[in-house]
């Protein structure tokens, strides 16, 4: 709204009028500077009362703890007219008939000028530091000896005495070291160290010295590298940064419940926000910052799966990223809404092959007999319901299907030829020793050809979710790669995101290949994250999504290299 303010000052008989236009949500009153009608007599509070404009018309609202006057009456609330009379403090507040082009209209005077009343208020008291006995000087002397006395040379004595003692890290200090604790506290440990809290010689090996990588490394000697040590090539100058950098310069202790790691972005931007141009062979974009400065994510896809292979893809890239894992699949026909008859017709969702790892933050991988077999049997004779092939091993399957019908041959033998085999030899020349019934072999044979045509067939067997591999044969099925995780190196916790409806993130009803990249872009996570500084998104900075040590680069760095 907007309203048109006149401050009044009274000279004698003659009447200063100042007027101007102020505007806001709300016209606020008060001796705060941010208040539309600034009141700044000592006696009215920072924020006292607000004028808003409603439906019904102009109302005044208290803001503050101290009376508002409205008509001679104390209120909360009240709506006011032209011609209303507000008392705020010593102002007096008249609401006249505003002009065209405002809501309102209202003129503004001190009717109780402050006079000699502060003045008398401060003349009867010390205020000052040269009003007292004391000077600048002196005070500060006394004040600067008492603390070192008592912050510095008694927490030192205190703490010389006890060095020699042994350490008890099962019982608390007490005596001395509870008033050095109180005198000389430079914080909160974190929950991991507290155990040694009392000790402080645990990772300070010496007074008014900083704490060495080797006392880190005394516990934490496999913590892992951020860079590849083996090579280094464009990384070398990098390295020898990182070798030099102090573990306390990114993780500082003291600092309580909150984390050791220091999760600022300017950490990592430093290095990210150049290194295209410094390292050109590692193939690493730049990075100035999330979300803006920050390139769009690169998926990690199977590139060939008989050599176990991957490649890194850029989301959105012209042609579009394929996943090539050798299996043929369509989330879009298991994601029906009518069901399936061997669920009892219920609709499946992604809850029922995508089963969460015990922490929560990733999915067990997919396997055949964790989400398939269910529905997808691996039968191959009517008359042996109850026999399925392994699955997972090709030259195996038709090793057990050859043995199945070889022991039904020689058990229950096989079906008489259609006319009896005439044999011939010299009269009188003994009889041959009994050989195997004539066509058992060939019946086998036959039967685990048909049931070979069963098992990898394109409609019902292995072909259906299976790519052939003609160069291993004519049952044999292409290697098959399934990746569980896509942003490697990245992390991404789903047990935190589990509010979310998989398919706000995840668009699979409209998967028809197996090659569909489901990952979500940049452009799908700043929906709900931020900078590390955002008001109403998620503040986000590097750590949440990316790891620094790394244990599959090697060790950081050695105890011996720290103690140079």
Partial sequence: MQAEVTFLTRRGAAVIRKSQIVSGESIRFGRGTDSEVPLPDIRVEIAAAALSQRAEGLFIEKLGDAPLLVRGSSTVSERVAPGDEILIGPYKVVLTEPPAGVDAALSVE??????????RLTAGSRLRLDQTHWSKRGASWAAFLLLIGL???VPIALYSRESGKPPSPSAPGAGGSTFLGIAWNPG???NPHRYFAQHCATCHENSFTSVKDSACLTCHAAIGNHIEAAELGDFASAHEDLQGTRCAECHQEHRGLRSLVIREGALCVQCHRSLAEAAPKAEIRDVRGFPDGHPQFRV?????AAQRSTRRVVLGSDPKPVDHPNLTFSHAAHLVPEGFPALGYKPMVCADCHVPEPGGEGFLPITYEGQCQHCHALRFDAELPWQQVPHGDDARVEAEIEGYYAIIAVNRG???PSAPEIE???PGSAAPPESEPPGRRAWVRQQTARALGIVFDEKRGCYYCHIPDPARGQFRVAPVMLLTRFLA??????AKHAPIDCGECHDARKSQASGDV???GIETCVTCHGTETASFKVQSTCTFCHIFHRKELGPMRQIAESEK
Avoid: K, N
């Fill in 414 to 416: 096989v079906p008489s």
């Fill in 151 to 153: 912050c510095l040379a």
């Fill in 300 to 304: 990690s896809l199977v590139a060939d």
């Fill in 188 to 190: 909160e440990l974190s």
């Fill in 518 to 520: 489901l990952i979500p």
């Fill in 489 to 494: 190196p990245a992390r991404f916790d789903h």
């Fill in 110 to 119: 001190l009717m109780q000028p402050l006079g000699d009343t502060l003045q």
């Fill in 424 to 426: 011939r030899r010299v």
